[in-house]
């Protein structure tokens, strides 16, 4: 994270100075969501890593994530493409209320958990960086060539 480091450094105007810099890159549904929502508090319903290899096409792994977005509603489903590098730190255990440190959330109820927040960074003029934080204390890093977003349910 560049941006969103802890509470009393975030830099939210700076992050959406950087991110409205990279919105040309997506596709117009991706880029107006981008611009105008998010998926924070979003209930993560699936995460699937995809490796369509064939020989011949570079970086066939993909990763789709389904999520219950929380302002709007709706579900949708976010695609990563062209992964080149995808690390998840999950870990059920993390995920502990801060007055209660040995007592997990909802008894581990809810997994994952919900999107708290996250961050979208250049790599290069063809690769983007998405870091995000859920509320379980899992980091998702993802390194690719473009994100879509679209809506799959009202």
């Known amino acids: 994270m560049k941006?969103?480091?802890?509470?009393?450094?975030w830099d939210p105007a700076g992050y959406r100075q950087e991110l409205q810099k990279l919105l040309p890159?997506?596709?117009k549904e991706t880029a107006i969501f981008l611009k105008t929502n998010s998926f924070h508090d979003g209930k993560v319903i699936s995460?699937?890593?995809?490796?369509?290899?064939?020989?011949?096409?570079?970086?066939?792994?993909s990763i789709n994530m389904?999520?219950?977005?929380?302002?709007?509603?709706?579900?949708?489903?976010?695609?990563?493409v062209n992964v080149r590098k995808f690390l998840m730190d999950?870990?059920?255990?993390?995920n502990v209320y801060a007055n209660k440190p040995k007592e997990i959330v909802f008894g581990g109820r809810r997994?994952?958990?919900?999107?708290?927040y996250d961050e979208i960074l250049?790599?290069?003029?063809?690769?983007?960086q998405h870091e995000i934080f859920l509320f379980s204390q899992t980091k998702i890093i993802i390194h690719c060539s473009t994100i879509k977003i679209r809506k799959i349910k009202a």
């Open 25 to 27: 890159r997506f596709n």
């Open 90 to 94: 999950y870990d059920i255990t993390r």
């Open 66 to 80: 389904v999520v219950e977005q929380y302002q709007e509603g709706g579900i949708y489903e976010i695609q990563w």
């Open 3 to 9: 941006y969103f480091i802890d509470d009393d450094t």
């Open 47 to 61: 995460l699937t890593v995809l490796n369509q290899e064939n020989g011949k096409t570079k970086d066939p792994t």
């Open 122 to 128: 250049p790599l290069s003029k063809k690769k983007v």
């Open 111 to 116: 997994g994952l958990d919900e999107w708290g």
